[in-house]
């Protein structure tokens, strides 16, 4: 178990061993993370956590995958994809081609939630899913697409309070264990690494999908973020966030307009 | 030194003890109140406006990063853990469930107590499950006040009865007494 006051000297360490900078991610539940991975690998002190990192090539990548948070689900927030559907959806219709960008993809649960949306609203043709994440397997695994058949039942009920209407199986292959989303729903996506800290603007996109990720930021980093994303927008282009999350405090805050207050959904004004 | 933060947590059967405690406390508390109750995955409940009509204080569901103020009851979000950061604001996290659970109050407990130490009241109150008992410990190690409900009163007396059981120093109080030992601890 390490405390807060070590926490911060570990991360200035990983930042100058690594390029990796997570000095401005919320301590709290980076503290939880970092104690979790110890107490698996079973490291005592920060000293062994150190000594584990520098000396052992693997374990790193193993520690940036284990201390980002990858859980998600089909369909999460219902009503968020309903308003997408319903507020966004014929917006994004009227460009001939349509770019969206998911930051912080995890597994591929929202990104292909919002592929079969746009499947089914004929959206799917000219559209282009940049899905990003920081974490190696994270992307490695969205690509694989294939998701245990234990939370099919909340998956589905999530799809159906978003008024999907068909049945949520037949967008996958199953056997008794698994399943794989079909590969239609893999074309039109590219799965790559990203690192919102570090990285800069690659596309320009009409519709980013940003949720649950800035959550693990403190405000500061959260605002570098936004600008990022204000940077990636065109104007009139929308850019969603997690339900609790706020673009209120940032810089950019006034660029945007509400689509959605609840929903947290914004489109840039200027 | 006055704790400066109370912490409510609760599960199955919590609800109305919550209301009867938030509708007698004296007028001129205001010291912060922090509820987590489990409660059901996008549910749309009008949990806070009940609780609003039941209290002088302002009641506000958590966004992420808020900052804890004077005046404020704030509820815990469906779906998200509750953690506290070092310049008093609040951060949520979607991260595995906890004793099935999420938000979980043992992980509010303990995120809370291990920065604010004496200045934090655990309260945990009627529930089904064990949730709670491991964070009340902590914050009972670090010298917080820690308070669990009459488990002959509590509906469901699973949740006290599981942080009395692993450890036997926390008040064990009716509602009424809750009520009294908070109008005289923060007034
Ligand atoms: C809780 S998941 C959110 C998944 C999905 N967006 C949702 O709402 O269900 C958070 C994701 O953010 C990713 N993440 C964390 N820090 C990041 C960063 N600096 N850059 C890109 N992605 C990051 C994590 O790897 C994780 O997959």
Partial sequence: MIKLNELDELLFTIKKQFDYDFSDYSKASMLRRVNRFMDINNMKTSVDLKFELINNPTIFQNFINEIVVNVSEFFRDPSFFKSLHEKVFPYLDSYPKINIWTAGCSFGEETYSLNILLKENNLFPKTRIYATDISRNAIEQSKKGIYDNTNFKDYTKNYYECGGKESLKNYFVSDEKHSMINSEFKQNILFSNHNLVADSVFKECQLILCRNVLIYFNSKLQNKAFELFYDSLPVHGFLAIGKKESLRFSSVYENFKEIDREEKIYQKIR | ?187
Avoid: W
């Avoid at chain 2, 958590?62 to 509820?75: A, C, H, L, Q, V």
């Avoid at chain 2, 979607?94 to 303990?110: A, C, G, Q």
């Fill in chain 2, 1 to 187: 030194m006055k704790p400066e933060i109370i912490i409510i947590g609760g599960s199955a059967g919590a609800f109305d003890t919550i209301l009867s405690i938030l509708n007698n406390l004296d007028k001129s508390i205001d010291t912060p109140i922090v509820i987590v109750l489990h409660r059901l995955k996008n549910s749309n409940s009008s949990f806070e406006s009940i609780l609003q009509r039941s209290t002088h204080y302002t009641v506000k569901e958590i966004d992420d990063k808020e900052k804890i103020e004077k005046g404020f009851i704030y509820t815990a979000p469906a779906n998200y853990h509750l953690l506290l950061e070092e310049n008093y604001t609040f951060s949520l996290d979607v991260s595995e469930l906890v004793n099935f659970s999420r938000p979980s109050i043992d992980i509010t407990f303990e995120s809370f107590s291990i920065l604010l130490k004496e200045k934090c009241c655990g309260i945990l109150l009627s529930g089904s499950n064990h949730d709670g008992a491991i964070g009340l410990k902590i914050m009972a190690e670090n010298n917080g006040k820690t308070i669990i409900q009459d488990c002959d009163e509590a509906e469901f007396a699973i949740m006290p009865k599981a942080a009395k059981n692993i450890y036997n120093k926390h008040q064990e109080l009716n509602t009424k007494d809750i009520i009294n030992t908070l109008n005289n601890e923060y007034n």
